[in-house]
Nanobody, 118 residues
Framework: QVQLVESGGGLVQPGESLRLTCAAF????????MNWYRQAPGQARELVAM????????MYAESAKGRFTISRNDVENTAELQIDSLNPDDTAVYYCNAHDWMTDVQYWGRGTQVTVSS
C-alpha cells in the first residue's frame, strides 16, 4: 500500500525541540522532492520546508528559517523535520508530502499534531 506516515508530534513547551519523521511505504522517495507542510486551525496549509531529490539547497518558509532543518534518507525511505525553539505560532498539524516531478504524482501523509503551549 502506497502511503506516507508521519510521527514525532506532540505537546511541548515553548523553546523545546521536536523531530518529525516521515516514512514512505510502497514507493521510493529517491525520485521525489520531500516537503513538509503545516496547517494551523482556521488557516490555509503552508509549505514550510522542501528538499529536492538531488539534495540541492533546501528551501524554507520565512517563518521556518533558522529553526527548521529538513533532511532525507533515500536508503531508509524517510524524511525528517527538526524544529528548534518552538513557539506557540508553530502549533499546527504537520504533513509530509512527496512530489515526483517526473510523473507529477504527489503523496500525502495524514499529518502529525504539534502543540506548543506552556
Amino acid at each position: 500500500q502506497v502511503q506516507l506516515v508521519e510521527s514525532g508530534g506532540g505537546l511541548v513547551q515553548p523553546g523545546e525541540s521536536l523531530r518529525l519523521t516521515c516514512a514512505a511505504f510502497g514507493f521510493a522517495i529517491k525520485t521525489c522532492s520531500m516537503n513538509w507542510y503545516r496547517q494551523a486551525p482556521g488557516q490555509a496549509r503552508e509549505l514550510v520546508a522542501m528538499l529536492s531529490n538531488d539534495r540541492a539547497r533546501p528551501m524554507y518558509a520565512e517563518s521556518a528559517k533558522g529553526r527548521f532543518t529538513i533532511s532525507r534518507n533515500d536508503v531508509e525511505n524517510t524524511a525528517e523535520l527538526q524544529i528548534d525553539s518552538l513557539n506557540p505560532d508553530d502549533t499546527a498539524v504537520y504533513y509530509c508530502n512527496a512530489h515526483d516531478w517526473m510523473t507529477d504524482v504527489q503523496y500525502w501523509g495524514r499529518g502529525t499534531q504539534v502543540t506548543v503551549s506552556s
